[in-house]
């Protein structure tokens, strides 16, 4: 088996500041992807990644950058953070586009 | 456009009655289908998954699911619940490259309440 691990667990920033969430994974899955899961609702696709050093745009890109410089990692920043997208940010990993999805605990954004 | 529809958006069974949670898809090929299951503060964890033949699937902890091409549906069942099956349930539905679409496709999600 494997594992997701995401970092921070809480992260908690400014309005208007650019924060830095960090995804490892150690499935060696080539696809990686990052949703953003608002309070009671579905997930929505921010970024995925094929693979090191791909990256593709999801529904709700805008305002957010991604990196994959590893295999085992995915990381995603928030370019400036703003109230409204308080969330949980969940990254995940798969073999492939297709394949099931394993995902990571989250992680919890507050804007102040 | 591909979607993947949850039509309930909370149901509520008695612990020890069968369940049933719907999912319905719009493709146009027959795509691959999964149901994941979402505890409080945690992330998906994949309950089953359908990719071809038998229609009936099993999962884990005694879930099935039963894929309908003439529906176009995909409901979760199960025989008994458990009030630890309450939770929130996605529906998901992905298509090979080439056939239209590679993204997966969530559905919006059915939170289950088990009542004592």
């Known amino acids: 088996g494997g594992i997701i691990t995401q970092t921070p667990k809480f992260l908690i920033g400014q309005e208007g500041q650019k924060l830095t969430l960090k995804c490892q994974q150690n499935f060696n899955h080539d696809t990686m992807y990052w949703y953003r899961q608002d309070s009671g609702k579905g997930l929505r696709l921010i970024y995925y990644s094929i693979t090191e050093n791909d990256l593709q745009k999801g529904d709700l890109s805008e305002g957010y950058d991604a990196s994959r410089e590893k295999k085992s990692s995915f990381s995603l920043t928030v370019t400036s953070a703003q109230k409204n997208e308080m969330a949980v940010f969940l990254c995940a990993s798969s073999r492939d586009r297709v394949a099931e999805q394993f995902f990571g605990p989250g992680t919890r954004l507050t804007v102040l | 456009a591909q979607s993947v529809t949850q039509p309930d958006a909370r149901v509520t069974v008695s612990e020890g009655a069968s369940l049933q949670l719907r999912c319905k898809y719009s493709y146009s090929a027959t795509p691959y289908l999964f149901w994941y299951v979402q505890y409080p503060r945690q992330g998906l964890q994949l309950l089953l998954k359908?990719?071809?033949?038998?229609?009936v699937v099993q999962g884990v902890n005694s879930f099935e699911a039963e894929f309908s091409k003439s529906n176009s549906s995909f409901h979760l069942q199960k025989a008994s619940v458990h009030w630890s099956d309450s939770a929130v349930y996605f529906c998901a539905a992905s298509l090979l490259p080439g056939t239209g679409g590679y993204k997966v496709v969530f559905g919006s999600g059915t939170r289950l309440l088990v009542s004592p």
């Open positions: 359908y990719y071809s033949g038998d229609p």
